[in-house]
């Protein structure tokens, strides 16, 4: 009998590091979206049950582990912990933590990476700590968000390969170049 056993999205590919920008798997916990249907009580409840504020468009907030990101309209990402039963009462949850691939890049040259792989302007001057939103990232769907270190980068788990490969490609010639 053939023996199955988990692996996470990346496997093996990560950590990357190249010209002082390295790329690591995250492991972000239980992600789950919030379909509102009662955006006021999942306000509430959100605050109330995880000290999370729900996210303005293209926004995130977070608390200790606990990250909340607007995913989309009427929509957001909630990871690092699993979602309060009071929750259900002011929107559909969904559980994702399966379908994602998570990612951090850092380091000097990040920004010059993802200029050469998505079409949104994300230099520290347009794209703050704490903003959010989905774009293309070379041909993938992705959930791009800045930290105070870098960028958190999600792509559906199916693409955590070539996520891997169109980083590697970017980042050296990003270190060619300097």
């Given at each position: 009998m053939v023996e199955l056993k988990a692996q996470t999205p990346f496997g093996d590919l990560l950590p990357l590091k190249i010209g002082g920008m390295t790329v690591a798997a995250c492991d972000m916990g239980q992600l789950t979206v919030l379909g509102a249907f009662d955006r006021a009580g999942l306000s509430e409840a959100l605050e109330a049950t995880h000290g999370l504020a729900l996210p303005d468009p293209l926004r995130s907030t977070a608390k200790g582990d606990a990250r909340c990101l607007c995913f989309g309209r009427d929509e957001v990402l909630l990871f690092g912990v699993a979602?309060?039963?009071?929750?259900?009462?002011?929107?559909?949850?969904?559980?994702?933590?399966?379908g994602w691939a998570v990612a951090e890049l850092?380091?000097?040259g990040a920004e010059d990476v993802l200029a050469r792989l998505a079409p949104v302007d994300l230099r520290a001057a347009a794209f703050k700590p704490g903003q959010t939103l989905r774009s293309a990232l070379r041909d993938m769907p992705a959930l791009i968000t800045?930290?105070?270190?870098?960028f958190l980068l999600m792509v559906y788990r199916s693409m955590a390969a070539t996520l891997v490969q169109e980083l590697r490609r970017a980042m050296e010639a990003v270190a060619s170049r300097r």
């Amino acid at each position: 009998m053939v023996e199955l056993k988990a692996q996470t999205p990346f496997g093996d590919l990560l950590p990357l590091k190249i010209g002082g920008m390295t790329v690591a798997a995250c492991d972000m916990g239980q992600l789950t979206v919030l379909g509102a249907f009662d955006r006021a009580g999942l306000s509430e409840a959100l605050e109330a049950t995880h000290g999370l504020a729900l996210p303005d468009p293209l926004r995130s907030t977070a608390k200790g582990d606990a990250r909340c990101l607007c995913f989309g309209r009427d929509e957001v990402l909630l990871f690092g912990v699993a979602p309060g039963e009071a929750l259900t009462k002011h929107a559909a949850l969904v559980d994702v933590s399966d379908g994602w691939a998570v990612a951090e890049l850092q380091g000097p040259g990040a920004e010059d990476v993802l200029a050469r792989l998505a079409p949104v302007d994300l230099r520290a001057a347009a794209f703050k700590p704490g903003q959010t939103l989905r774009s293309a990232l070379r041909d993938m769907p992705a959930l791009i968000t800045r930290t105070e270190t870098g960028f958190l980068l999600m792509v559906y788990r199916s693409m955590a390969a070539t996520l891997v490969q169109e980083l590697r490609r970017a980042m050296e010639a990003v270190a060619s170049r300097r």
